[in-house]
């Protein structure tokens, strides 16, 4: 009965019922629509001039990063899956969230029972009941079974929980967050690697080619052909070739230590494998999601959104506070001055209370609060819309980026074609006398200008096209989730997409570029997710 009676009345739940806020309007991120595809760049080694097309509807893979086609990639990453401190971290974050639900729901839901069990020796003195001189000495024993309950008449406890349930919420899009910055770190690094060592190799080739050179001028200058500024000149050209060497070697080592701790191993460790840009087969069909998608499918879009309603909960449990409680009690016990005498049925003792506890006068620290958690409420929608922005501008950025690098890679090629004509024209006439020896160094040093930076722009398809799959969520809604970590009952269908928060972890991941790496920019979007109302019902 007293149950029941709990139930009606704790149907009235005080503070905002939360709604997720609508997704941005909108068919696209970006100001002008995208091509179809990208342009092609015929005659590079392996894929990496290949075309690519922008599909709308593009399903994304759970393990996306195995459409880049490299089994040594593969093992790495489902080694660092298994051995990452931050994915251990994320994990036991999240169970601490659910313990902490649990503990709360089971101890504010369901009455308090606790059982006593006590003895207590006692002096009593005759002045107490108008006897002087007498007292008395005894010792009395207690059994009992003490039951307590507080109504949720007003739902605040009920909020308190809806909250904890967002927090559990938030740590799960925290772990896909770290496990989506782990996969396309590895990606990145990777191919900042392969980047890194093809200019090496490439390096090395010119330098040799200049060395070469620099032994034929020797001979011509020993035998009286050529004056010794021309030798001296190579010699200063071949010095600041090798020059280069150190930093790409600095930076290789670097990538190779980043490699290693990503994967959860000691820097110290070689028996990472080792890749080469051939390694790596071009994705043909990227995802270009629709703003509707991209809030349902960024793990921080997700997690911004989680706290935006354990914000809206605690107003809710603020606004309870005001409210008055209705405390239930109930004992049942015995009460002796023997031990055996506590299995009379004589010495039976109960009781049962009710009490209303109604906050009259707090200084106004009971309203300030609730103005508190308003104000925290409001600040969580705008964390939360500025974290749609980012997003959009991130994928706004890196869609625009791989149309670019499409471009500059069919720059780059007819540059470096363009620089080895030039330079093999300059040799030929240099040998006939027809050029000066300073036209055929300007030919030398545009042309190792031209090999670098097209081994840049190969490099920048692969990394901006991981970045992609990284802006876009990675497909963590198609992955097989981890034993730890289940799927919210959000989540949409594999078609759908997933959502995003301010506390968030930071999707953007650098690219590899040149011979170190560079933070990818983000495009600005003007699309303004609408705040979810608060209305308080009781």
């Known amino acids: 009965m007293i149950g029941a009676a709990g139930i009606l009345l704790a149907a009235c739940a005080v503070g905002p019922d939360y709604h997720s806020p609508a997704p941005p309007a909108g068919d696209r991120v970006t100001p002008q629509p995208l091509p179809a595809r990208t342009v092609a760049t015929p005659g590079m080694a392996g894929d990496a001039g290949a075309a690519q097309r922008f599909v709308a509807a593009e399903a994304i893979p759970g393990d996306w990063w195995s459409l880049f086609r490299s089994a040594p990639l593969d093992a790495l990453i489902r080694d660092a899956l298994a051995n990452s401190p931050n994915l251990d971290a994320a994990r036991a974050a999240l169970r601490q969230a659910r313990e902490n639900y649990r503990a709360t729901a089971g101890g504010k839901l369901l009455p308090g029972v606790d059982g006593q069990l006590g003895a207590q020796r006692s002096r009593v003195s005759g002045l107490s009941f108008g006897v002087p001189g007498a007292s008395e000495e005894f010792t009395l024993y207690n059994a009992s079974v003490n039951v307590s309950y507080t109504l949720d008449l007003f739902g605040g406890t009920r909020r308190e929980l809806e909250g904890l349930r967002a927090r559990i919420d938030y740590q799960q899009y925290q772990w896909q967050a770290a496990y989506l910055a782990l996969t396309a770190n590895l990606v990145t690094a990777a191919v900042r690697e392969a980047s890194l060592r093809a200019q090496i190799d490439a390096t090395l080739q010119i330098a040799a080619d200049q060395q070469q050179q620099l032994d034929l001028l020797e001979r011509q200058f020993a035998l009286g052909g050529v004056n010794q500024a021309a030798v001296l000149a190579q010699r200063t050209t071949l010095a600041q070739t090798r020059a280069t060497l150190p930093p790409l070697r600095q930076a290789l080592e670097q990538t190779r230590h980043q490699l290693a701790v990503l994967a959860g191993r000691p820097p110290s460790d070689d028996t990472l494998p080792r890749f080469a840009l051939a390694d790596f087969s071009l994705p043909r069909d990227l995802p270009a999601s629709l703003p509707s998608e991209l809030v349902r499918q960024r793990p921080d879009i997700l997690a911004a959104d989680a706290l935006l309603h354990q914000a809206s909960a605690n107003v809710g449990v603020a606004t309870a506070a005001l409210y008055p409680k209705l405390t239930l009690t109930g004992s049942y016990g015995a009460e002796a001055l023997t031990p055996a005498g506590l ?43 500025q974290t749609v922005l980012l997003a959009f501008q991130n994928v706004a950025d890196t869609l625009r980026a791989l149309d670019n690098d499409a471009h500059a890679l069919a720059a780059q090629a007819d540059a470096a074609a363009a620089a080895q004509a030039s330079l093999e ?25 031209t090999v670098l930076s097209l081994v840049q722009a190969q490099a920048a398809r692969y990394a901006d096209t991981a970045a992609l799959y990284q802006a876009v969520g990675g497909g963590w809604w198609n992955a097989r989730q981890d034993p730890d970590v289940r799927p919210p009952a959000t989540v949409p269908a594999p078609e759908a997409a997933p959502e995003v928060a301010p506390e968030a972890a930071q999707l953007a991941t650098p690219r590899a570029t040149a011979a170190g790496s560079a933070p990818a920019t983000a495009a600005a979007i003007s699309a303004r997710s609408a705040g979810p109302a608060v209305e308080t019902r009781q």
């Open 425 to 449: 024209l300059s040799r030929q006439q240099y040998r006939l006398g027809a050029v000066s020896y300073l036209t055929l160094l300007d030919a030398q040093r545009q042309y190792q200008q």
């Open 343 to 385: 299995f009379r049925s004589a010495n039976t003792v109960w009781s049962l209370g009710a009490g209303v506890l109604q906050p009259l006068f707090h200084g106004g620290q009971l309203s300030a609060q609730r103005r508190a958690a308003q104000a925290a409420f409001e600040q969580a929608d705008a964390q939360y819309r």
